[in-house]
């Protein structure tokens, strides 16, 4: 995933230097907010690991080997800020001292990795994490899910920019003067190694570090788990409070349900048999339909549901009834997880007694 | 023979100690640009990776890659260290990506091998990559083959970046070399206590508890660092020596590279 120079164009490489300067910035003015001192040998040593844990040549499954980037680790035990620091100085390290990485695309190679890499990371683990306990599995699982995601989300950035070279940069005759391909063949080869290998060794590394320190060294994932790190020491934050936040998140986005009533328009391919008939536009779509298929039209009895299209037939308005089917929906989620939560309390003790 | 998890590993990391070692060994030779001021030398080789990325034609590009060849001959770097660190890899690595290119790129038709079609712009944009990546990656290798990393992060200083960032660079540095030699004899001790082979899972988990207990140790050491600095009376200035001068010869190296990369620019416009 380090682009070399020449495969970006000097104005990508600009804006994206622009972005990571921000990063860069932005990061820095909040770790000179705490103690700065104690930070700098931390960042330094924990870019060190970065560095060597991406040499690792890590077993997956299938017979196949991959590197991870360290970004996960990075991002839960330092905080994205942190983390934003430690991988840009290794990636630095890479490209100044081992020639691996461009100069020119440096700026590109820490936006993807460092910044969007620790940022997707560090909020994947810590809504994946919200309220486990610091021992609990939830916490390898969220660490595993960050790392898949955090090393995707970096390559999806990566064969954008490789994408939109060829649309943007090109010579009278059509000749692409950087990378060559275009988003729809730079999307799919860039994703289909980072979707089976490449995020699958962040993902093997960034679990089996969590696993180990949650024996090893729990403190170290403080930071990132509703616990504080301060100036005197590592504080303890109460973990309601993240359980708060995400209370809060649910309730704003119910709130907000209702602007679904805004679009135009039916779902593609969520049509019913009646939209499907009535609408020309949508047969012709779907290859020239001449009628309703009769297996769409014995099918779509099977079940009738209690609140169809989000409107309870008791509810007049629309936007109440957007509302109360969100409320519905999230009270039977809480149900069932609260159902299997006591399921497996009561298979577990049996287990014990046993 | 397959090399297993551990070989593989632990020759990774000698690799790259001896890559390391090696450029510090070049970088002691007496040559053009080991003879130029750090600053110099890394904002001439910079602005020359500029302009092949600004070169949108391929014989200016090719230019700038024979420019790169002279220069490292004159610094006693050897042609066949670079064929084998950089141009073969960066061919293997850039010539498979660049390779489809050569048929799927539409333009006009020059050759037809079987079902597919080979088209003169996709010859010349695969030709294009695979050069300009060359001599990047080329001029990019001779500064740090030619360069100590004390200088390099002097030179960076002086291109006024922060305090902070240098510290931090000079640090991670010190802690990579400390940090890999550490990884390899953990890798080194298991395998010396490894009869037979480790099946993947067993190899994931080994993976995982080193990189685990290396992190443990990474820590351990910042904390030590962290106490040391403060015994030094350390609070956050960071202090870095610049005595670098700029002689006639530097003036005039920075007016060649200026020269050279504003021609390059001009002409592959």
Not at chain 1, 224 to 242: C, H, M, Q, Y
Not at chain 2, 145 to 154: G, N
Not at chain 2, 173 to 188: C, D, G, K, N
Request: glycine share 8%; aromatic share 8%; charged share 10%.
């Amino acid at each position: 995933m380090h682009i070399p120079d020449g495969y970006l164009s000097p104005s990508t490489c600009a804006v994206l230097y622009t972005g990571a300067a921000a990063g860069w910035y932005s990061a820095l003015k909040r770790l000179k907010r705490v103690l700065f001192n104690r930070v700098i040998p931390l960042i330094s040593v924990f870019a060190a690991f970065s560095f060597v844990v991406m040499m690792f040549n890590l077993p997956l499954p299938g017979g196949t080997t991959g590197h991870a980037l360290g970004v996960t680790i990075s991002a839960i035990v330092l905080g994205p800020s942190g983390a934003i620091l430690a991988l840009s100085i290794a990636i630095a390290i890479q490209a100044l001292f081992f020639g691996d990485g461009g100069i020119s695309t440096l700026g590109a190679n820490c936006f993807n990795m460092a910044i969007v890499g620790s940022l997707v990371a560090y909020a994947s683990y810590r809504l994946i994490a919200a309220g486990a306990a610091l021992t609990a599995r939830r916490r390898v699982v969220a660490a595993a899910v960050a790392g898949y995601l955090a090393v995707n989300a970096a390559a999806l950035l990566a064969a954008v920019e490789f994408g939109i070279q060829p649309v943007l940069f090109h010579d009278a005759s059509g000749t692409p003067l950087y990378a060559p391909y275009r988003l729809s063949v730079a999307i799919p080869a860039m994703m289909i190694g980072h979707l089976t290998f490449a995020g699958l060794a962040e993902a093997v590394i960034s679990a089996g570090l969590v696993a180990y320190l949650q024996v090893a060294d729990p403190a170290l994932l403080c930071g990132t788990s509703g616990v504080a790190a301060s100036a005197d020491g590592i504080a303890e934050r109460p973990a309601a409070r993240s359980l708060q936040t995400l209370w809060i998140a649910i309730a704003a986005l119910m709130l907000v349900t209702p602007l679904g009533i805004l679009a135009a328009g039916t779902a593609w391919g969520e049509w019913s048999p009646a939209e499907l008939a009535k609408a020309p536009a949508i047969a012709q779509e779907v290859n020239s339909l001449q009628s309703v298929p009769s297996g769409l039209q014995r099918l779509s009895n099977l079940w009738t549901a209690p609140f169809p299209s989000y409107a309870p037939s008791f509810v007049r308005s629309r936007g109440f009834g957007y509302l109360l089917s969100a409320m519905f929906g999230v009270g039977f989620l809480l149900a069932v997880s609260l159902a299997l939560r006591l399921l497996l309390q009561r298979h577990r003790r049996r287990e014990y007694s046993a | 023979m397959k090399r297993g998890f551990l070989e593989a590993t632990t020759l990774g990391f000698a690799h790259a100690l001896t890559r390391a070692m090696f450029a510090e060994q070049t970088a002691r030779q007496r040559g053009l640009l080991q003879s130029l001021d750090p600053r110099v030398r890394l904002l001439g080789l910079f602005m020359l990776v500029l302009a092949v990325t600004l070169s949108r034609k391929l014989s200016v590009v090719a230019g700038l890659f024979a420019l790169a060849l002279v220069i490292a001959v004159l610094s006693k770097v050897r042609i066949a260290t670079l064929a084998t660190r950089v141009w073969l890899v960066v061919l293997a690595f850039t010539g498979v990506i660049a390779l489809p290119a050569i048929f799927v790129t539409p333009g006009h038709p020059v050759a037809a091998l079987g079902p597919v079609t080979v088209t003169e712009q996709g010859l010349c944009t695969a030709a294009l990559l695979i050069l300009r990546v060359e001599t990047a990656v080329t001029f990019t290798t001779l500064l740090v083959l030619c360069t100590p990393w004390t200088h390099v992060l002097k030179a960076l200083r002086a291109l006024r970046l922060p305090k902070e960032a240098i510290t931090m660079l000079a640090m991670t540095h010190r802690y990579v070399f400390l940090l890999v030699e550490t990884a390899s004899q953990m890798f080194e001790s298991r395998r010396s206590r490894t009869v037979g082979t480790l099946k993947p899972a067993e190899q994931r988990h080994m993976a995982a508890r080193t990189a685990g207990v290396l992190l443990s140790k990474s820590i351990n050491l910042s904390n030590e660092v962290y106490l040391a600095m403060q015994s030094r009376g350390f609070r956050g200035d960071v202090h870095v020596l610049s005595d670098f001068h700029l002689t006639m010869w530097d003036y005039c190296g920075l007016l060649v590279f200026l020269l050279a990369e504003g021609i390059a620019v001009w002409m592959g416009r």
